[in-house]
């Protein structure tokens, strides 16, 4: 069994900064893209920035010189740091992973249950 658990939403002011985390646990085999999706009330969920195993990445163009993804491969740890936040950054962020459990021949997306960041003054 697999898990991802994120950490790290909350209520900032806009031009803030926050940083999310999130960490994947159980019956590992390989973790190969993560990656941070939101979703805000009465929309689909979007994706915001994802990250291969060996670093490469890719940004939403809306938050492309605010965010920064990073991943850490032992830990099977990745984040999100947001800086200059915006109130259409309102959202639930999930965390999602493409992970070949141990002992099976193909991997899975998993997700996140969410973690709610709301941006207001």
Request: proline residues 5%.
């Amino acid at each position: 069994q697999v898990q991802l658990v994120e950490s790290g939403g909350g209520l900032v002011q806009p031009g803030d900064a926050l940083r999310l985390s999130c960490a994947a646990s159980g019956s590992i085999g390989v973790i190969y893209n993560m990656g941070w999706y939101r979703q805000a009330p009465g929309t689909q969920r979007e994706l915001v920035a994802t990250i291969t195993r060996s670093g490469g990445t890719n940004y939403e163009d809306a938050v492309k010189d605010r965010f920064t993804i990073s991943r850490d491969n032992v830990k099977n740890t990745v984040s999100l740091q947001m800086n200059s936040l915006k109130p259409e950054d309102t959202a639930v962020y999930y965390c999602n992973g493409f992970i070949r459990p141990m002992g099976r021949p193909t991997g899975y997306p998993y997700w996140g249950q969410g973690t709610q960041v709301t941006v207001s003054s």
